[in-house]
């Protein structure tokens, strides 16, 4: 009887269920409000998954690998490579030599596998107009070393061109002098009869007559002469110059050493007479050389194998806790691990184990050959077993080690007196910036960050980033919340920043100030260290996704994606401009390079002009202040009476912290208004970075797109109204205090921060009023351009001076 109920299997199946949603209030980015993913970062289950600082660190497992491997090296090094062997060298590239040969021949139509006819046939096929000069350069015998032309280097293929073009053979005489033969007639057949036959000659046929000689002539092969390699070539090309003239008492120094060495005479065996032992001469040729590097090859096996244990150990350890941590159940899932988690290098537990693993194999490899060199009472013994190719990539370990451990210690560390002094110094008091557009800058800026973590597909990576977007956003509630008491979120989020940037354009008239927030969004940089504590975990991190060009530019409709490219790449060639960069990729090659000051990067604010540097010049109290102090101090300064002077309003506090600068609008009577922030860490001057973007905004939107030079000539004005404030001011340092003293002050001292002396507070300013005197000639320059092209603009005599 067959059972009418069928028979009904339930599979349960969890999908990745995007957790509950709330308010971005106070800078929380646990929780998101937003259905959108351009507008916050959707959490998921896999969001949970934490990044532990200590993966990176070795620990003691690692460190045995690393010691076993380095043992295991040295033994393999010790029993398998051992000492360095010329002999066995110069027999090793006899036989690539004459492989080669054989195979070069048979491209030309050599029949069989004998030596003897393959070099004949491509003596026969590639003669060389060189050839006809030997006698003149010491016969079959010498001819190789002295003629430059049989060279195998580049030197011998410019003398063989030089031949072509010339009918000169180019060498050096029994003495080492340098001598130049003509072309006999015998041989001026193989000079080319026009451009393209002798530049054919003098390359291809020059080569291939090389690799008829490699192996010794026709005449002498079996051990023949050879011709040099490159380096013997070099010496010998470089032995010909007058320095190396011999004295005239039969001593020719360096050209007979040389001489000696390619004929195997300096390497021979002696007896105790001192005349060569019968069959001891040792010619160092371009077939001794391939040897060399053929021995140089054998000592690397050891130090490849070591790698590849530490390496590979590295790599299967992080990939099976991977595995583990992120429950991967199938080959599919390998796409949530993040490669800088598992591969193995760039952590500075790789680095750790492969300068262990490395100093392990070298004390090995020198102890051995220490112990041998005593035994034998040779001490060559000692330098001819020491492996240094694995002495070189444990000095190279040691290096990378210990740079990469000072960036680390450098990152951590906060912010330097010089850094906060001319971060002051950058408050140029051009534009200024009002709440609700700062506000729309960092919603801009948050919205970047959280798009990019949405589509971060790599759930550690993405907990790292998550991090950094808490502490910076954290930072910057906490700014405003100094002057701002509201208890709603401060991050405008989805459609509400596109709704804010609406209505400001619509209540000012005007959406110029749009460009500048644009311009600000497309240089700012996330993950960069923030001067905090948790620094190392952002390091390696980068954006992945375009918010901007995907969303931004498509939502708000003023500055289109290729409009937003454009601007960005003349800040940075106004960048380049004002530093002069070209100017120092010259001097760098003279070796004069000028390292221009790199900073912590915080971002900055155009507040009043003067005071904030002249309250660092004079040891004010506020000079001294840094963290939340100086933040605090920055706001009431900011705050109050800023916006009538023209300065940067409220924001200010919020942009020394956040990452928000402020190159920014309502420039004289023009409405225009827009808020800057760069980057939290650059490597060139706070100063500079203002310039350039203040420089960029005036070039390319208010003069090119709109046309309002009025506001361009206010900020000219201004800009130089702060160059005569900077030179004033280092004039006043200059008589108030000698160059070598430290200013004193017991509100720094109680402070704790280390002070900045007037000489290195004029060596800012200094570059400072450079890179403004800079973008104020360049402004004018503008100006005038403009002017010319429009005769009804307003003359240069209402420019400012």
């Known amino acids: 009887m067959v059972d009418e109920n069928p028979l009904v299997q339930y599979e349960i199946a969890f999908p990745r269920k995007p957790l509950l949603l709330g308010s ?100 026969k096929n590639h003669p060389l107009a060189a050839d006809g000069g030997t006698n003149n350069f010491g016969g079959g015998l010498q001819h190789h070393l002295r003629d430059f032309s049989h060279h195998f280097s580049i030197g011998g293929l410019f003398f063989s061109i030089f031949t072509q073009f010339t009918g000169l053979v180019v060498g050096t005489d029994k003495a080492g002098a340098l001598l130049v033969i003509p072309v006999p007639e015998s041989h001026r057949v193989c000079i080319g009869k026009n451009f393209q036959e002798k530049i054919a000659f003098g390359t291809i046929g020059w080569f291939f007559h090389m690799v008829s000689d490699m192996a010794g ?39 007979l050493w040389v001489t000696k060495l390619f004929n195997g005479a300096l390497l021979a065996d002696h007896d105790e007479s001192g005349k060569i032992i019968k069959d001891s001469v040792r010619k160092f040729d371009l077939r001794t050389e391939i040897g060399i590097l053929g021995e140089a090859g054998r000592r690397t096996i050891p130090v490849l194998i070591n ?141 970047m960050v959280a798009h990019d973590i949405a589509f971060e597909k790599h759930p550690k990576r993405a907990s790292r980033k998550r991090a950094w977007l808490k502490e910076w956003s954290e930072k910057v509630v906490e700014t405003v919340n100094l002057v701002w008491a509201a208890d709603a979120g401060y991050f405008l989020t989805g459609n509400a920043i596109y709704e804010a940037i609406k209505a400001r354009a619509e209540s000012d008239g005007s959406d110029s100030w749009l460009w500048l927030v644009a311009m600000e969004a497309i240089r700012f940089r996330p993950y960069v260290p923030l001067h905090g504590d948790s620094d190392k975990l952002y390091r390696g991190l980068k954006l992945g996704s375009d918010y901007l060009g995907d969303i931004f530019c498509d939502r708000h409709g003023v500055v289109d994606k290729k409009e937003l490219r454009r601007l960005d790449k003349a800040a940075n060639s106004v960048h380049r401009g004002l530093d002069g960069a070209v100017t120092k990729r010259v001097a760098g090659a003279a070796g004069t390079v000028v390292v221009v000051a790199a900073t912590g990067g915080l971002a900055f604010y155009f507040a009043p002009a003067i005071a ?27 705050g109050g009476g800023a916006l009538a002077a023209g300065g940067a309003g409220m924001a200010g506090g919020t942009m020394l912290i956040a990452g928000g600068g402020a190159i920014i609008g309502a420039v004289g009577g023009s409405g225009v208004s827009a808020a800057t922030s760069m980057a939290l860490a650059t490597n060139s001057s706070h100063v500079l970075d203002e310039c350039s973007k203040l420089v960029a905004f005036c070039e390319e939107v208010l003069i090119k797109c709109y046309g309002d030079l009025d506001s361009v000539v206010e900020i000219h004005r201004v800009l130089n109204q702060r160059i005569v404030e900077l ?75």
């Open 24 to 123: 971005v209030g106070g800078g929380d980015v646990g929780t998101i409000t937003s259905g959108e993913v351009y507008a916050g970062v959707t959490e998921t289950l896999d969001d949970h998954i934490e990044w532990e600082p200590h993966v990176d660190e070795a620990d003691k497992l690692d460190y045995i690998v690393a010691v076993s491997s380095g043992v295991l090296a040295g033994l393999i090094d010790l029993f398998y490579v051992g000492a360095f062997s010329l002999d066995r060298a110069s027999e090793w590239g006899k036989e690539q030599i004459d492989q080669v040969v054989k195979k070069v021949a048979r491209i030309e139509g050599c029949q069989g596998d004998d030596l003897s006819d393959a070099i004949k046939t491509l003596e």
């Open 217 to 255: 002539s026709s005449g002498s092969l079996m051990g023949g002469t050879g011709i040099p390699g490159p380096l013997v070539s070099f010496m010998k090309e470089l032995s010909a110059l007058p320095f190396f003239k011999y004295s005239g008492d039969g001593d020719m120094g360096f050209r």
């Open 307 to 447: 790698q590849c244990v530490v390496r590979g150990f590295y790599f299967c350890r992080r990939l099976a806790r991977e595995i583990r941590d992120l429950d991967i159940r199938g080959i599919g899932d390998l796409g949530r691990i993040a490669p800088e988690d598992v591969l193995p290098w760039g952590t500075p537990a790789m680095r750790r184990m492969v300068t262990v693993s490395s100093g392990v194999f070298t004390g090995v490899d020198i102890a051995d050959a220490a112990v041998r060199a005593i035994k034998s009472k040779d001490p060559i013994t000692f330098f001819l077993r020491v492996n240094y190719v694995g002495a070189a990539t444990f000095v190279i370990a040691c290096v990378v080690d210990v740079r990469a451990t000072l960036e680390d210690k450098a990152a951590e560390a906060s912010e330097s007196a010089e850094e906060a002094y001319e971060r002051g110094l950058s408050d140029l008091g051009c534009l200024k910036l009002d709440f609700q557009r700062a506000r729309v800058l960092h919603s801009v800026e948050y919205a």
């Open 612 to 638: 904030p540097a002249l309250a660092a010049a004079l040891g004010l109290e506020t000079a001294a202040l840094s963290g939340a102090a100086l933040t605090s101090a920055s706001l009431a300064f900011l």
């Open 727 to 801: 030179e004033i001011e280092i004039e006043a340092i200059k008589r108030g205090a000698p160059a070598d003293e430290v200013p004193d002050g017991d509100d720094d001292a109680d402070d704790g921060k280390e002070e900045i002396s007037p000489k290195k507070m004029i060596k800012i300013l200094n570059r400072s009023h450079k890179f403004l005197k800079r973008s104020s000639d360049r402004i004018a320059k503008a100006l005038k351009t403009a002017r010319k092209n429009s005769p009804a603009l307003p003359s240069a005599s209402e420019e400012s001076v």
